[in-house]
């Protein structure tokens, strides 16, 4: 069972637009959302979390908002630039502290 | 600060030898996290630890796989014996625990190939 799922296993956008990447959960206990962002031959990096308190959250170019009621958050990228070509891995984390994560979206942003 | 240090980070040996992973959390982090990642099935959750004690190993495929934190700043994944499905690159976590988003940082990894 795939408590975390995003479903587009790549995306690619032109440079100066937006990307939007998804992500389905089905755990209600999930109290944490975050993004992590990942370089080949690189450990994931943090990027932006949201608490399941919140339906929004912003950082510069980054957003993410999440829909509760649907289990579903997203996370904006405004405007999208080539050096954010990397892997987007989507996590959910569990009041206890272990996160689950998703298989991850392939991103490309094409100059 | 380093960051999360794996070594090594390259690992190449045969079917049924001995692998030992190993990683220095960061300094001050109380939460040490093990990782697998393939292509197959992207992101795993191995083993997970809080003060050194470990929380979850539900996701340590078999018992050829064993974790350790002797101290709070060292911890081993070790394989024995190795397999050649066990190739992947294992991933090495640390979080400082609170009531926040803990968001965890990872080491560059280990690439492991087992012939």
């Known amino acids: 069972d795939q408590q975390v799922k995003q479903n587009s296993p790549s995306l690619s956008v032109q440079e100066g637009r937006i990307s939007i990447l998804n992500c389905d959960y089905t755990n209600s206990m999930f109290d944490y959302f975050l993004w992590y962002k990942k370089y080949p031959a690189e450990g994931p990096t943090f990027l932006i979390s949201i608490s399941s308190i919140k339906d929004k959250n912003e950082d510069g170019r980054f957003t993410v908002f999440l829909n509760k009621s649907a289990k579903h958050l997203s996370l904006h990228i405004v405007p999208s630039q080539p050096g954010d070509s990397a892997v987007y891995f989507c996590?959910?984390?569990?009041?206890?502290?272990?996160?689950?994560f998703g298989d991850g979206t392939t991103l490309t942003v094409k100059p | 600060d380093a960051g999360v240090i794996q070594s090594p980070r390259h690992e190449v040996t045969e079917m049924g030898q001995e692998v030992t992973l190993r990683c220095k959390p960061i300094s001050g982090h109380n939460s040490l996290f093990w990782y697998r990642q393939t292509m197959m099935r992207g992101l795993e959750l191995l083993i997970y630890f809080n003060n050194n004690v470990p929380i979850d190993d539900s996701g340590m495929p078999e018992d050829r796989f064993s974790a350790k934190m002797p101290n709070a700043s060292f911890s081993t994944l070790k394989i024995q014996p190795s397999e050649p499905r066990d190739s992947a690159v294992y991933f090495c976590a640390s979080s400082l625990r609170s009531g926040g988003q803990n968001e965890q940082f990872f080491g560059p990894g280990t690439r492991l190939t087992v012939l």
């Open positions: 996590a959910a984390r569990i009041p206890a502290g272990k996160s689950t």
